[in-house]
């Protein structure tokens, strides 16, 4: 059916072209050949000029009416530094084709009304001329030259890398965003200010990245879902692709780089407007307190005509700029610059990916040990929690989290002995200081054998501190068995708070 008509299409076509062409025999027939072909140059010349006329008008017709929703014009001034590098080599460019465009294109429909086709007129034949082709060899090639020159300098200045003397944490910070259909997956150095080693071939549900945790620079790096930096500090981005070609694109700083399966990419750049300032940039009035910038003036959900306006909810965004596939659209992030103040409180509330979803699984190399900030972490908190219950008139229970047994058994397991290291520094503080060491169980199974495993993981720990110096006679110890639960024992969680070590302290 389509076929058919195509084909009556094409037929049509075919005979309005031979009636038109009838039509034009006829009328030379009329007035004669030469008068037509003259009448037709006249019209066709005229015709060239209101043309350029009505499509240089739009030109600049456009340009004006987007000219506040272009980058780099308008409320758009690059947000960062390099940008501001960048938008000055677009401006001169424009600028320099720009009075070309509008030359070359006036003069091409003048010469075509100018030098139409007239009775009487002979056309000139010039063979050749030296001095104009020189003219217009030297003056484009100059003009090119210049370009060239200045675009190149400004290139290796925005794309440099940052050089080798400088020192990480001090000059620039180190954000890494891995592309992948469809998501940017971001990733902060976390408080040691580097980012930690990778290898693909440890990529895993768990492991979305492929960290390797042997690496203990990766044990704080941060897993973050939106980029916030803070203003005016120098930010190099690592940027890799998991799967196909990405595109790592912060349109309002001027960033854009590709990110590439197996070969790292970097961008460098320093943000210098906050979102708020970009924000007020954008709802800024005029002297009469009209919105210089009415369009963003709406609001922002039209649904909610009194909710916030579009300048009040606008948002940078990361955005992946490579057609990576069907939702490449949702590789959409929010970016945000803030105060170095805002940044420092919400890099604190971020988390070790390590921390929340490795440590203590099975797929942690340090499962069996302690890392030295969790010892240390583990003695600030014995030792709060030591004052408290000395400080205290009525509560004087200290409760040993960390200390715990082999199942069914009073074998202490091997990472106890940190906490109750802390608890021998305690004994050798406080000279007068003395403890009861109670055994506490939940209630499951037989009630007589949880008592008897309740006094023995007591004396286990109790043996374990006089083994390290601690006099028996300061610490005795006792087993409660079910008696004294501080849960309740129908939840997993509630059996395990009750299965528990406390000191309580006797004398001090
Ligand atoms: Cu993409």
Redesign the pocket.
């Known amino acids: 059916m389509t076929g058919l008509l195509i084909l009556l299409c094409i037929l049509l076509i075919g005979v309005v072209v031979v009636q038109l062409g009838r039509l034009v025999e006829l009328a030379s027939d009329i007035r004669g050949e030469e008068a037509a072909q003259l009448a037709a140059n006249d019209f066709n010349g005229r015709f060239g000029v209101f043309f350029m006329v009505a499509f240089l008008i739009g030109c600049i017709g456009c340009t004006v009416y987007y000219r506040t929703s272009t980058l780099g014009y308008g409320p758009h001034t690059a947000a960062s530094e390099h940008g501001v590098w960048l938008d000055g080599a677009f401006h001169t460019t424009l600028i320099v084709t720009g009075i070309v465009f509008f030359l070359t294109q006036i003069a091409l429909f003048w010469f075509a009304f100018k030098y139409r086709g007239r009775a009487n007129r002979v056309a000139f034949f010039q063979p050749h001329d030296t001095k104009l082709e020189i003219i217009w060899t030297a003056i484009p090639a100059l003009m090119m030259f210049y370009l060239v020159a200045d675009g190149l300098t400004i290139w290796n200045k925005a794309m440099a890398d940052i050089p080798e003397t400088s020192v990480i944490g001090v000059d620039y910070m180190e954000i890494e965003a891995t592309?992948k259909?469809?998501a940017w997956d971001l990733r902060y150095p976390g408080p040691d200010g580097v980012l930690g080693a990778k290898n693909f071939r440890k990529i895993s549900g768990v492991n979305p990245l492929g960290q390797d945790w042997e690496d203990i620079e990766n044990l704080d790096d941060q897993h973050v879902s939106e980029i916030v930096l803070p203003v005016g500090k120098q930010v190099r981005v690592r940027i890799t692709a998991q799967d196909?070609l990405?595109?790592f694109y912060l349109p309002h700083f001027r960033v854009k780089m590709d990110a590439v399966p197996g070969i790292p990419t970097y961008f460098v750049f320093t943000p210098t407007t906050t979102t708020e300032e970009y924000r007020a940039r954008l709802g800024s009035l005029d002297k009469e307190g009209n919105p210089l910038y009415p369009e963003w003036h709406t609001p922002f959900d039209e649904t909610e005509p009194d909710g916030p306006k579009r300048f009040e909810a606008f948002n940078y965004e990361l955005a992946?700029a490579?057609l990576?596939?069907k939702a490449?659209f949702s590789?959409r992030r929010e970016v945000k610059i803030v105060s170095q103040g805002e940044y420092d409180e919400w890099i604190a509330a971020q988390t070790s990916y390590y921390l929340t979803s490795i440590r203590g699984s099975d797929s942690d190399p340090h499962k069996d040990k302690l890392l030295d900030f969790e010892i240390n972490n583990r003695k600030t908190e014995f030792n709060d929690n030591i004052n408290k219950a000395l400080s205290s008139d009525t509560d004087k229970i200290i409760r040993l989290k960390y200390v715990n047994f082999e199942t069914g058994s009073a074998t202490l397991t091997p990472l106890s002995r940190f906490e109750l290291d802390n608890v021998v520094s305690a004994m050798n503080n406080y000279a007068n200081l003395t403890l009861e060491v109670g055994g506490h169980t939940d209630s499951t199974g037989d009630a007589g054998k949880n008592l008897s495993l309740s006094d023995a993981r007591a004396n286990s720990v109790a043996s374990y501190l006089s083994s390290k110096g601690v006099n028996l006679d300061r610490i005795p110890a006792r087993g409660y068995g079910i008696d004294r639960p501080i849960d309740t024992n129908d939840t997993p969680e509630g059996r395990q708070n009750n299965r528990r070590t406390e000191l309580r302290i006797l004398t001090q």
């Open positions: 592309g259909q469809f196909v990405h595109n992946c490579e990576c596939g490449h590789m």
